[in-house]
């Protein structure tokens, strides 16, 4: 499952972008349409956050399931919306990410992962766009939709079926007969010994309004700055090709990163070596490289808010999400970093590094005290 999400995420925002350039984008409303779109396929998604946490059932395998079903709902949605309008498509979108990227925490957060497969769920999205408004206008572009079209139903079939007769937690279920409720409780206490939460302490209210500021203004700053800086080499098919793949490749190490060095240090290395990479952005190695090292915080903030707000991970995915709709808006309004002064989305690489500190100082923390304690037994 965790390898049919992402394929669905390329597809669902290449549909998206094939619709808006193919059918939203002429004429007088186009502005319009644009900002309609991302405003409820980013904006809405902090809503549908919120619906997919209320969800019933106290189980993991509960919440994901359910989680999954709002991502098939996010998927037909999207479709009919493609033939429609750009808020039915944006509204598709919004519950298609809610769904696969609460899923994907969830899992994350059971397994430890710390970020590994959420980075895996979001990065594969750039890609997506990128082959969506590239191929709108090509000769076989009716045929590149159909595809996309279809592929999403045999995935969306194909998760159904690895679910109800693959989910390794569904053998599990059906093995034990857990319909007793001695053994679900027996069951789920057994597999609650077994997590091993990222956090070893518990956070008041206040640090985790200040997880929830601070990781917003840093996922403000990557939108902006994803969208604001214009490189003076970024030309031709090719080179968008190898910007979207490096933008893609920064979330999945940023996730696998995250899993193997921790949150703390992956931030920390990641933001520096960015900042170093803006300020010389202008040679086309460079550059690529710094969108890389940039996209590495994507999972790492989704994460960390996730630690904050136990039991609110829709939330915590839709409230980020509603952060890079916030970012969208300048370079939306025309306020975008020239050309030759990349060194100001350095300068933001520092900030963001800034403000993530001190909602990264209690993992390592608690890292240092884990240490401490297996050293003196």
Not at 97 to 120: F, Q
Not at 153 to 168: A, D, Q
Not at 223 to 248: D, H, I, P, R, T
Request: hydrophobic residues 50%.
């Amino acid at each position: 499952m965790i390898s049919i999400y992402p394929i669905l995420h390329l597809l669902v925002d290449g549909i998206c972008a094939l619709s808006m350039y193919s059918y939203f984008m002429d004429g007088d409303k186009a502005m319009m349409y644009i900002l309609l779109y991302n405003l409820c396929a980013f904006a809405l998604q902090m809503p549908f956050g919120v619906i997919a946490d209320m969800l019933p059932g106290r189980r993991r395998y509960d919440k994901e399931k359910h989680c999954m079903y709002l991502a098939l709902i996010g998927v037909l949605v999207t479709i009919a919306g493609s033939f429609f309008s750009p808020i039915i498509l944006g509204i598709g979108n919004a519950l298609f990410h809610v769904g696969g990227g609460t899923a994907a925490v969830h899992d994350d957060k059971w397994k430890n992962r710390r970020g590994l497969g959420l980075g895996l769920f979001v990065a594969p999205g750039a890609l997506g766009l990128f082959l969506g408004s590239t191929l709108y206008n090509s000769e076989d572009a009716d045929l590149v939709f159909l595809t996309f079209r279809l592929l999403s139903i045999l995935l969306c079939l194909g998760l159904v079926y690895v679910w109800y007769y693959h989910s390794e937690e569904r053998k599990v279920q059906t093995k034990l007969k857990l319909f007793d409720p001695i053994q679900i409780k027996k069951y789920n206490d057994d597999s609650k010994k077994k997590e091993k939460p990222v956090f070893a302490q518990k956070f008041t209210k206040g640090q985790a309004v200040m997880a929830c500021v601070l990781c917003l203004l840093v996922v403000i700053i990557r939108s902006y700055v994803g969208l604001a800086v214009n490189f003076s080499w970024k030309e031709g098919v090719w080179l968008g090709v190898m910007s979207a793949l490096y933008v893609c490749f920064g979330k999945v190490f940023g996730g696998f990163l995250g899993s193997k060095l921790g949150l703390f240090w992956t931030s920390a290395i990641s933001l520096c070596a960015a900042a170093i990479c803006f300020v010389f952005a202008d040679v086309q190695a460079v550059g690529l490289l710094a969108q890389l090292l940039f996209n590495m915080t994507m999972p790492i903030t989704l994460t960390l808010l996730a630690q904050y707000l136990p039991g609110k991970e829709g939330f915590s995915f839709g409230f980020l999400s509603f952060g890079l709709f916030v970012g969208f808006l300048p370079a939306f309004f025309g306020l975008t970093i020239p050309n030759g002064c990349e060194f100001i989305a350095g300068i933001m690489c520092v900030l963001s590094l800034v403000l993530l500190l001190p909602v990264l100082r209690p993992e390592n923390k608690a890292k240092s005290e884990s240490s401490e304690n297996t050293e003196a037994k």
